[in-house]
């Protein structure tokens, strides 16, 4: 029996303290992917466990990966090689994790044996034909509904794929991750050019596991991944199946995703103070900073250093008075699933705050465009909902009752907004907050929010 949880969240109140959240989801599910396919054994640290990194993590196992673990968030990966690994005796199910089912399409494209992948209700309407359609180009067989989602049929095609130079009509670190992960099993080279920077964990992972891999046609020294390369506008990036993974260790970073929703909580609540440790900061993945601070927050960004890769530090947020603005295009894709709790801070912020070049929004766990409009009209605040964004006058935020249509990140922005409501909010369908943030409830009890679990 599937359990339904509501959220209770009692109005107004502050965030005070120091809390590490949870680990990075999308670098989560790589140290468990390409961790298998190495040769030796990875150590993980800081690993997510939430439910769609282990949905991930079982389907590995399910294709005959030795893992230990998850405990207290280390994990050991016993890796079985590029090509070994085995296939499963039964579908692979992903639960809600749409990064899990995008880019196991692409690494099982090619393996030699035949696959299926399915999800939940919310996955298997979510678009698949931005990976299928280009995969196939590559030779992959791939069947989805006739609506082009999940489930895919996965026919094997070792050794007939063949690389393709892509250019991506949307942004998308997933439709690249996968190309680059079915490239590692193509004739030649497989190169994908995003007309916008995407978060580039798998790019940076895959030269941590000492995999070459090239970027805008520069090829860092001894094949490593030349972060500093990454700028305004479009990139090409570049791989062959001329490569073995190494094993190694991987520290995952706390998500930048998950601590958005402090920095936000902490900017709109009067007397706020908050450190949000070892976090995150990767260059395609900091937009939620850079909104906030054109938007007037006070965030310092302390203690940087790099671990295993991966640039991380302690963000210091403490509240100001924030402002509407018209947001950037540029940092969309580096922003692009804060926008539901950055629709908050815009409803708590003086004048009009305007969002446009988002229309990915519209194809995530839920329309988390209309989905927060709608949530937002309930609560008395201006939001009006477009095509590709929307249009929030700030003021003042009401009471009611919302429902997050299992949108974990929906869930929990409404739940930061009682922070400045002025009745309580109740928060219906709050189950998949566990996909990305297990603990969200006890943390934000800790830092101050008056948030109370009914479960049904």
Do not use: W
């Not at 989801?25 to 396919?37: A, D, E, T, V, Y």
């Not at 920095?263 to 450190?275: H, K, Q, T």
């Amino acid at each position: 029996m599937s359990k339904s949880i509501t959220f209770k969240v009692q109005p107004g109140g502050t965030l005070h303290g120091e809390v590490r959240v949870p680990g990075d989801k999308s670098i989560s599910h790589r140290s468990i992917m390409l961790g298998s396919l190495a040769d030796g054994t990875t150590h993980v640290t800081g690993f997510l466990e939430a439910e769609d990194a282990l949905a991930t993590l079982q389907a590995f196992r399910d294709m005959g990966v030795a893992i230990e673990g998850p405990e207290n968030g280390q994990v050991t990966i016993h890796g079985v090689g590029k090509h070994g690994l085995k296939a499963p005796a039964r579908d692979l199910y992903l639960g809600n994790s749409g990064t899990s089912m995008r880019l196991l399409s692409g690494l099982l494209a090619g393996q030699a044996f035949d696959s299926v992948l399915t999800g939940d209700k919310s996955l298997s309407g979510r678009p698949m034909k931005r990976v299928t359609a280009p995969l196939a180009a590559m030779g992959a067989d791939i069947k989805t509904t006739e609506q082009g989602t999940a489930p895919l049929r996965i026919f094997g095609r070792a050794g007939q794929l063949k690389g393709i130079d892509y250019t991506m009509p949307m942004a998308s670190a997933q439709v690249k991750s996968c190309l680059l992960l079915a490239g590692m099993y193509a004739q030649g080279e497989t190169s994908v050019t995003e007309p916008a920077p995407t978060r580039d964990h798998t790019e940076r992972m895959l030269a941590g596991f000492a995999y070459p891999v090239r970027r805008q046609d520069n090829i860092a020294k001894d094949g490593v991944y030349a972060a500093d390369l990454l700028g305004a506008g479009a990139a090409k990036v570049t791989i062959t199946a001329e490569g073995q993974l190494k094993a190694t260790d991987i520290d995952v970073p706390s998500d930048i995703s998950s601590a958005a929703f402090f920095l936000v909580g902490a900017s709109i609540a009067p007397g706020s103070d908050v450190l949000l440790k070892h976090v995150g900061i990767n260059p395609t993945r900091t937009g939620v900073i850079d909104i906030l601070k054109l938007m007037g927050a006070n965030i310092e960004i302390l203690n940087q250093r790099e671990v295993g890769g991966e640039p991380v530090a302690d963000l210091h947020v403490v509240y100001s008075p924030l402002k509407g603005i018209d947001i950037p295009e540029a940092l969309v894709p580096l922003a692009i699933d804060e926008f539901p709790v950055l629709f908050v801070a815009a409803a708590c912020a003086e004048g009009q705050t305007r969002l446009t070049g988002a229309e990915e929004l519209r194809v995530k766990e839920s329309d988390r465009i209309q989905v927060m409009a709608d949530g937002l009209q309930i609560l008395g605040v201006s939001a009006e909902p477009t095509a590709d964004g929307m249009i929030i006058q700030g003021g003042t935020i009401g009471g009611g009752e919302i429902i997050s249509h299992g949108d974990h990140r929906i869930a929990m922005s409404f739940a930061i907004a009682a922070l400045r409501a002025s009745a309580p909010i109740t928060i219906h369908d709050c189950e998949n907050v566990n996909t990305s943030f297990p603990g969200f409830k006890t943390l934000a009890q800790q830092l101050g929010l008056s948030i109370a679990e009914e479960i049904l």
